[in-house]
Each structure stands twice: as C-alpha cells, then as structure tokens.
C-alpha cells in the first residue's frame, strides 16, 4: 500500500471523528426524546418491565423484549403506521372485537424509538437462535408448512395461501412473519410461549428439535419475497462425490429392499405394497439432483409416496449420501424394454384407452371447474411448468414430452403415466380429479405431489394437460 493511501485512509478517520463528536449530543438528544415519547404515550397500553402476564390485563403487547423481537425496518413501519393491524379481531378481542388505530409516530421519532428499544429492552433470556437460516432448504420449509397445519396453529393464526388470507383470526397474523421477527427472539418464543404471552390461550405444540427448526425456519420465510434457498446438492460433498464409494453405501442400506441389481427384488420387497422402484428401469441419471436428493433425505412419506421408502436423513451422512446419489446417477440410465418385473402388472404407457386405477380425489378437489379461462398466457405458463419448470420434477420425464405416457422415467413405472393424448379416457376425468391429483399425488404410484405449486400454476398445467387430447 502506498504512502497516499495512508493519507487518505487518515483523512477519511478524521472526517468520521468529526461526524461521531457531532453526532453525540443528537443521539443524547434523540435518546430523551424516545423515553419522554415512551413514558407519554405508549406506558398507558404498553409494559416495558416487569413480569410477563395474561393477555386478559394488559391494554397492548408487552414489550419488555421489543428490542429484540423486531426486524428494524418492519418496526419503523409499524410506528409510522405503514403496517397492517397483527390482531385481525383486535388485541383484546373480549372487550372490542375490532381492531383499533394504533398512535402514529413520525419518521425521525420512530427511529429515536427503535434505538431506545435496541439499547434498553433486551431480554437476557433470548440468545442465539440454533437455526441457521442459511442452511435452510426448500423442504424443510415444506415441512414447517406441513406443521403449521398439522399442529393447528393455523387455526389460530392467519396466512396467506394464493394472496388470500387462510385460517382462525384469534391472535397474531403471521403472513409477513419473516419479515417482522428476529430470528433469535422468535426461536426463544417458540421454545415456550408461556414465558413471554401466559394465560393468553397460547399453545405449545409437541416437537423434536427438528420439528422445531422446520416450523421456526419456515415462519420466518414467511412473506420474503424470493427467499433463497439452500441448495444441499450444490454444495462440496456433491462436488467431490465419488460412484464407487456410493455402490458400498448402496449396499449397506438400499440392496435390502431395492435388491442388488436394483430390481426392486431385495429380501423385502415381498412384503411391500407398493413395490421398491426398479432402479434399475428408471432413467435416475435424468432425475433432477433435488429429487434424488429429497427422495433419500426425506422418505417416500413426505415425497406423496409409501412411507416404506425410509428417511434416510438422520442416517446416512452428507457425503455418503451424495456419493450415493453417484452412484445411483452412474448406475441407472433406465431400461430400453419396460420388463415386467416380480409382483409388477403389465406395463401399459401409451395404451388408449387406457386402463385405470386412479383413486378419486377428495371432495375438497372434487367439485372444482378451472377457475383459469385457457388463454395463450395460461397454456404458455402450463407448457412451462410441464416440460421445465415444475418441482420435484418436470411431467415430461414420465408423460413425455407430447403428452402421450411415454416419457424416459415410464419404462420402470407401473401403473403406467396417464396418456394425455388418449381423449377416450380424458374426457371423462373432470377438471377436479386432475388439479386434486396434481396437487396431492395419486398414493401407491409414481405419481408425485406437487406440494409446491400454487393453485393458480395446477389450474395452467390442467388447460395445458387438456391441449393434448384436442
Ligand atoms: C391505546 C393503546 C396503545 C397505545 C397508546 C400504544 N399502543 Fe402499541 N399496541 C397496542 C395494541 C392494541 C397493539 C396490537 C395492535 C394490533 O392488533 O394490530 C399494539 C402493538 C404494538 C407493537 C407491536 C407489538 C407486537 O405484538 O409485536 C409495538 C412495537 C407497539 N405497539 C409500540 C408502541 C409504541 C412505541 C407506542 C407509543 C408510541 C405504542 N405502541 C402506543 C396498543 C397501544
Ligand atoms: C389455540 C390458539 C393457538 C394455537 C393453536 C397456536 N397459537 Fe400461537 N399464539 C396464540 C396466542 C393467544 C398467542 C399470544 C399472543 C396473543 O394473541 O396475545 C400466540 C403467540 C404466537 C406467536 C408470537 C406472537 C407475537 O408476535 O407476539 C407466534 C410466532 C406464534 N404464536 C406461532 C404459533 C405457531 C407456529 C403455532 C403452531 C405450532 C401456534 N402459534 C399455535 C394462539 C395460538
Ligand atoms: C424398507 C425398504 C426400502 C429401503 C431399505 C429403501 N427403499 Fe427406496 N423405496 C422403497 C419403496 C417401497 C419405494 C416405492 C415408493 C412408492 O412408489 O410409493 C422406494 C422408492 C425409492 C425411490 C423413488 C423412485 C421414484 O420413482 O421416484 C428411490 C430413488 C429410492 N427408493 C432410493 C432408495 C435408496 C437410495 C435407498 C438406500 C439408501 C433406498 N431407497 C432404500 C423402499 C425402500
Ligand atoms: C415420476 C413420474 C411422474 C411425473 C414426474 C409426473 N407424473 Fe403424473 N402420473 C404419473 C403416473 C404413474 C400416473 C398414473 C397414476 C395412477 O394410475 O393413479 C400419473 C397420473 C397423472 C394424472 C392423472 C390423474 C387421473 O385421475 O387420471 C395427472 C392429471 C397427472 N399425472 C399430471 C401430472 C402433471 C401435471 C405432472 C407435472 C407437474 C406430472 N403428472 C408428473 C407419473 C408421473
């Protein structure tokens, strides 16, 4: 570094020495502002000390911890106003049941304010949260989600599914949560509510650590616009994954049901309804990395497939799982010839009529017309979804690329993939049964859920699907 450099490195301090004497007695300043605005106009609804108490005797939220609950741009927002109410039905819903307005501060006060909070009103008991945001992968978020519904909280909470708001209004909204809460504060509170909101009709719901991590990771991607995502299969181990040492992990922990030549014949298959997938008839080394990678993390369970095909996240470490997938990858290019293999029907991809089992989807679905009118955007954004984009996997690698059921992952697949070309069994499966499918999977078949499509993409692809027999 030259001599100059130094100067200009000293000229810069100086100019901030300067700045920082000047800024004192402001920020002294600022700071007797934001007590003497706490003390007249918040005390009257708000606690700022002492213990944590019952919804039913207090006027707003305690606020002993707001200095670290909030994220600092969503707290300048809610005191200059420029937020939604939190308590759909109003804090105290017992006493009024709408919500009211809440005072209104201005943008230098509001400022003052979230200093006064940071510096003054931190709570000992929160640390540091044991979620690492930025490991956070797609399906754990998934998984949170799965939770949330699972363990009520949305009866109680609201969210945004499509842009509308779904679920019980009684205490706090949390569509926006990812962007209102500290991460830290937020994985504290979960660990009891009790010791922030008693005696409120909070809940405390029953979880492994894990579970936690799934909830708290996905609340707080809640209203994040594009939140990124951590991508396990793109990370070293996947890099330095090796096929060979892959085939001993195969051995050691797939062979048992999926056999050793991977024909869905291992020692346990007899038992098993469905089948352990042939490996060997499926094209694995077209298979996205995130589906393998899900698929063997995750279990058949939470892929809308048979709980029998194991999680083997808990097991199998990082880096035998990604030599694993090498191997599987190396191994597995998909059968020329659709073999019949043991307990397997007759493969039957691209018949019309075609023959089928599909189960019927549950009222819920049932009933449903494509709300979507099919225009060019609407069938362009399906055509998409369908030979690109869609998540596990595109529909082309099992429907194949026109539709017809024979895309490269039907050769191992039995039922076969509907053939969407065959307007002899088309015409009679309502608009219902294919979003329902779509969105859930068809059980006990390679079908997947496609969990993560919004309703308005499952409502493109069914126009899109329907073009094929027209
Ligand atoms: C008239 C009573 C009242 C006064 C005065 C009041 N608040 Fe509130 N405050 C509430 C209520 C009620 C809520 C919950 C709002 C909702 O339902 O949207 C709330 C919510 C909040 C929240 C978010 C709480 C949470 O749950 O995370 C903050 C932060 C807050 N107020 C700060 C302030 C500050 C700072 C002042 C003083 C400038 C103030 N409030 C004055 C009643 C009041
Ligand atoms: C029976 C109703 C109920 C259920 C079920 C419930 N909650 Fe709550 N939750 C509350 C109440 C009540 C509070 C306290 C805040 C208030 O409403 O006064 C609260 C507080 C919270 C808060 C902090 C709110 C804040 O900003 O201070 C979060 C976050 C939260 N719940 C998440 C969840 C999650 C996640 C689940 C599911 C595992 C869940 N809740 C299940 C009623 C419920
Ligand atoms: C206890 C038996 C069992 C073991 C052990 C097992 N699987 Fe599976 N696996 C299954 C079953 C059953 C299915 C079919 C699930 C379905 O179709 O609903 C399956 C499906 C799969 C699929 C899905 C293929 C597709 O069409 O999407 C892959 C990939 C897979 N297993 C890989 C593995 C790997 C890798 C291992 C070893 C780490 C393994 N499995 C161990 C039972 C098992
Ligand atoms: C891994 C292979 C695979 C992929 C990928 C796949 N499907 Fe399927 N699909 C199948 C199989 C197998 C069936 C037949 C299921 C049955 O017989 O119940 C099926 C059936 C269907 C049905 C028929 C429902 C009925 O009631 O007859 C629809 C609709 C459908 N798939 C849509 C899609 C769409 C849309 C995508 C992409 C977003 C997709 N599929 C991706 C394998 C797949």
Aim: proline share 7%; hydrophobic share 35%; aromatic share 10%.
């Amino acid at each position: 570094m030259s001599a100059l450099n130094y100067k200009k490195i000293g000229y810069v301090a100086m100019i901030c020495a300067i700045f920082l004497l000047a800024s004192i007695p402001k920020a002294a300043a600022n700071e007797k502002e934001a007590e003497r605005i706490i003390k007249n106009q918040c005390t009257a609804c708000h606690k700022f000390e002492g213990k944590p108490e019952s919804k039913f005797n207090l006027k707003g939220p305690d606020l002993m911890w707001a200095g670290n609950k909030y994220q600092r741009p969503w707290l300048l927002r809610w005191l200059q106003g420029k937020e939604e109410n939190l308590y759909p039905k109003g804090y105290r819903w017992d006493l009024s049941p709408a919500p009211a307005k809440h005072p209104v501060l201005s943008e230098a006060q509001a400022n003052s304010v979230a200093d006064y909070f940071e510096k003054h009103f931190l709570d000992s008991r929160v640390g540091k949260s044991p979620v690492d945001m930025s490991t956070f992968n797609e399906m754990e978020a998934q998984l949170g989600a799965d939770i949330f519904k699972n363990f009520s909280c949305l009866g109680c909470h609201q969210i945004k599914e499509d842009g509308k708001k779904i679920g019980g209004p009684i205490s706090v909204n949390l569509y926006d949560a990812g962007n209102r809460y500290n991460l830290d504060w937020w994985s504290r509170f979960a660990a009891n509510p009790q010791d922030f909101t008693p005696h409120s009709g909070e809940y405390l719901a029953d979880l492994s650590p894990l579970g936690a991590r799934y909830i708290i990771g996905y609340l707080m991607t809640l209203g994040v616009e594009d939140f990124k995502f951590f991508e396990p299969w793109k990370t070293g181990p996947f890099q330095n994954a090796n096929a060979k040492r892959g085939d001993k992990v195969y051995r050691e922990y797939c062979v048992q049901c999926h056999g050793a030549q991977g024909r869905g014949d291992g020692p346990g298959a007899s038992g098993l309804d469905p089948k352990p997938a042939v490996h060997a008839e499926l094209p694995l080394s077209d298979y996205p990395e995130d589906y393998l990678y899900n698929i063997i993390y995750y279990g058949g369970k939470e892929n809308g497939k048979s709980p029998n095909m194991p999680d083997w996240g808990m097991t199998i470490p990082t880096q035998d799982l990604a030599d694993l997938i090498a191997y599987l990858r190396a191994t597995f290019k998909g059968g020329k010839e659709a073999v019949a293999s043991p307990g397997m029907e007759k493969k039957s991809s691209g018949d019309c009529p075609q023959k089928r089992t599909t189960k019927k989807v549950s009222f819920k679905y049932s009933g449903k017309k494509n709300p979507l009118q099919p225009t060019a955007a609407n069938i362009k954004a399906g055509e998409t979804l369908y030979q690109k984009s869609a998540k596990p996997m595109a529909c082309k690698l099992c429907h194949g690329k026109k539709g017809n059921g024979k895309g490269p992952g039907a050769a191992g697949i039995s039922p076969a993939p509907r053939n969407f070309t065959c307007s002899a069994t088309m015409a009679d499966i309502s608009d219902g049964q294919l979003f329902g499918i779509i969105k859930e999977g068809s059980k006990g078949t390679a079908m997947p859920a496609f969990k993560s499509l919004k309703d308005k993409e499952a409502w493109q692809l069914v126009h899109y699907i329907r073009q094929f027999s027209k």
